[in-house]
């Protein structure tokens, strides 16, 4: 696996309110990470989210860096809804759509999306309605399609909060096991633990980075203080 370190130094964002006023949503933060597999969690609004998209391009930082070495990667984004990333309609065909800008046969990318479906035991569903599925099938559809375009970095945002206990587990295992660097947001502290490290954001702020054991613990005090 390629190496890659995520730099951040002193990023902050701030946004505009309704009302007309600023916002500062992430207080300026300063980390590095080259671990692969990093989790980040915090109570709701503390920031996660918008760490993730930071390091994604998806916002633009109002101060501070985002940098990446030895090279900006290609990065897969998982959302926790799956109906917001499924761009086509039909099963076979959204991940046909993602094997786009790898595969260029139409057949070769067909044989593709078949073993790509029968890894994940969708084969037969190849045809159906991606609005069918159950939300566990969208959501391993999801991470299909974004594993198909063979990104370098995935960043998950709370990817298995719609699923059962059974679906979640398998779809923790997947993505823990990606062969490229993962970095994801997640209330379940269990998945938590399965990282190489965890970031712990509260009001905006990192405020502790650390081995999962010691940052889960500091979490736990922080979220249950009051
Ligand atoms: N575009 C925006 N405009 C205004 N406020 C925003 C915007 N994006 C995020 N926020 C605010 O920034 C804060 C942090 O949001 P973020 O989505 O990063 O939180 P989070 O830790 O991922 O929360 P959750 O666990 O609820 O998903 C929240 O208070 C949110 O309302």
Not at 39 to 60: F, H
Not at 70 to 97: H, K, R, Y
Not at 168 to 183: M, N, S, T
């Amino acid at each position: 696996m390629k190496s890659l370190r995520i730099s951040l130094s002193n990023v902050c964002l701030d946004v505009d309110t309704p009302t007309g006023e600023r916002r500062r949503i992430l207080h300026p933060t300063s980390v590095s990470i080259s671990e692969r597999v990093v989790a980040v969690v915090g109570a709701n609004g503390s920031g996660k989210s918008t760490l993730l998209r930071l390091i994604a391009g998806l916002a633009e930082p109002t101060s501070g860096t985002v940098s990446f070495s030895p090279e900006a990667p290609t990065s897969g984004f998982i959302f926790a809804n799956p109906t917001a990333q499924l761009i086509m309609p039909v099963v076979g065909e959204d991940i046909d759509f993602s094997l786009r800008t790898t595969t260029s046969g139409r057949r070769e990318r067909r044989a593709r999306v078949m073993q790509i479906l029968e890894s994940l035991e969708l084969a037969d569903r190849v045809d159906s309605s991606v609005y069918e599925l159950s939300s566990g099938e969208r959501q391993k559809v999801a991470l299909a399609g974004v594993l198909a375009a063979e990104p370098e970095l995935v960043l998950a945002d709370e990817p298995t909060t719609l699923l059962d206990l059974r679906n979640a587990a398998e779809f923790q295992r997947r993505l823990l096991q990606l062969e490229v660097p993962l970095v994801y947001a997640t209330h379940d502290l269990e998945f938590a633990a399965a990282a190489q490290r965890v970031l712990v954001f509260d009001h905006g702020r990192l405020v502790e980075d650390d081995e999962p054991a010691a940052a889960i613990a500091r979490y736990r005090r922080l979220a249950l203080r009051s």
